[in-house]
T-cell receptor, first 113, second 114 residues
Framework: AQTVTQSQPEMSVQEAETVTLSCTYD???????LFWYKQPPSRQMILVIR??????QNATENRFSVNFQKAAKSFSLKISDSQLGDAAMYFC??????????FGAGTILRVKS | EAQVTQNPRYLITVTGKKLTVTCSQN?????MSWYRQDPGLGLRQIYY???????DKGDVPEGYKVSRKEKRNFPLILESPSPNQTSLYFC?????????????FGQGTRLTVV
């Protein structure tokens, strides 16, 4: 069975500063994908970033980057230069070939001005 | 515009009254699924479909039914809703059942069963 754990129910960051959201996962598969989704108050699920497990290089999308530690089964999201629009619920998700996405419980990110 | 459309966005119903939440995608995706989102639990898969006429149970299928008669549509049916099915529901689609690609989500349906 696959599991995803987000141990931080809530995080706060000052505008323009950097914050890291944690995610650990467990799977016996060797080939899988990891995702971070953002859910703003509108409830829409928005893909932030994705990482293929076979790639050692950490994915980056503008101010968003990940720290992927395959051996430790860790997949944290770093948000640099935080903006008010980054305030949302963030979900870490694990995708297995031919199978469903398994989501963590989510982390609420609050951005202070 | 590529999208997944769910209806309705909000629904309040009474216990036992059958309801259907519709889901339609315009991207010709093979894989479609339904999730429910509950506080502290994240999103959990209810049912999924890898192609037309192929459906299977996810992690929390009890009390739900689905059908996939056309590639674009994947309705979620609650034959006899109960208060524990009060939740936020998402439909999602993916391009290919056998490659893990990005999932596109509908806007969500907030269901309240009283």
């Amino acid at each position: 069975a696959q599991t995803v754990t987000q141990s931080q129910p809530e995080m706060s960051v000052q505008e323009a500063e950097t914050v890291t959201l944690s995610c650990t996962y467990d799977t016996s598969e060797s080939d899988y994908y990891l995702f971070w989704y953002k859910q703003p108050p509108s409830r829409q699920m928005i893909l932030v970033i994705r990482q293929e497990a076979y790639k050692q290089q950490n994915a980056t999308e503008n101010r968003f980057s990940v720290n992927f530690q395959k051996a430790a089964k860790s997949f944290s999201l770093k948000i640099s230069d935080s903006q008010l629009g980054d305030a949302a619920m963030y979900f870490c998700a694990l995708g297995i070939y031919g199978n469903k996405l398994v989501f963590g419980a989510g982390t609420i990110l609050r951005v202070k001005s | 515009e590529a999208q997944v459309t769910q209806n309705p966005r909000y629904l309040i119903t009474v216990t036992g009254k059958k309801l259907t939440v519709t889901c339609s995608q315009n991207m010709n995706h093979e894989y479609m699924s339904w999730y429910r989102q509950d506080p502290g639990l994240g999103l959990r898969q209810i049912y999924y479909s890898m192609n037309v006429e192929v459906t299977d149970k996810g992690d929390v299928p009890e009390g739900y039914k689905v059908s996939r008669k056309e590639k674009r549509n994947f309705p979620l049916i609650l034959e006899s809703p109960s208060p524990n099915q009060t939740s936020l529901y998402f439909c999602a689609s993916r391009d290919n059942s056998f490659v893990v690609t990005e999932a596109f989500f509908g806007q969500g349906t907030r269901l309240t069963v009283v």
